[in-house]
């Protein structure tokens, strides 16, 4: 079992930062792949980023391409997802999300949320005008 608390969410103007922070408990993170969600209200959870077991590989969604960063420092158990140039449509709770993936696949990253075991509760962004 894997625990995942994210952080690092809240209000930022459009054209600015945020980082958010996945942390893991239970379990070391080093052995999943690690993604990030996002729900924006009223609206189905859409893919954003997600970084392979070794840090190897790492696939965005269009519209976050350019922008957003996702990172994994495994000594801390914890995966970040840095976001630039922030714009009103990123509004959304974002998740992280991960699931376990054997050593032979380091570099395989999923995209699709129905490959990932273990969700955290969610972090708010909202970006003002």
């Known amino acids: 079992q894997v625990q995942l608390v994210e952080s690092g969410g809240g209000l930022v103007q459009a054209g600015g930062s945020l980082r958010l922070s996945c942390a893991a408990s239970?379990?070391?993170?080093?052995?999943?792949?690690v993604g990030w969600f996002r729900q924006a209200s009223g609206k189905e959870r859409d893919f954003v980023a997600t970084?392979?077991?070794?840090?190897?590989?790492?696939d965005y969604a269009d519209s976050v391409k350019g922008r957003f960063i996702i990172s994994r420092d495994n000594t801390k158990n914890t995966v970040y997802l840095q976001m630039n140039s922030l714009e009103l449509e990123d509004t959304a709770v974002y998740y992280c999300a991960a699931s376990p993936i054997p050593l032979g696949m380091s570099r395989v990253t999923y995209t699709t949320g129905n490959r990932y075991n273990y969700w955290g509760q969610g972090t708010q962004v909202t970006v003002s005008s």
């Open positions: 970084i392979s077991r070794n840090g190897g590989r790492t």
């Open positions: 239970g379990r070391t993170v080093s052995s999943h792949v």
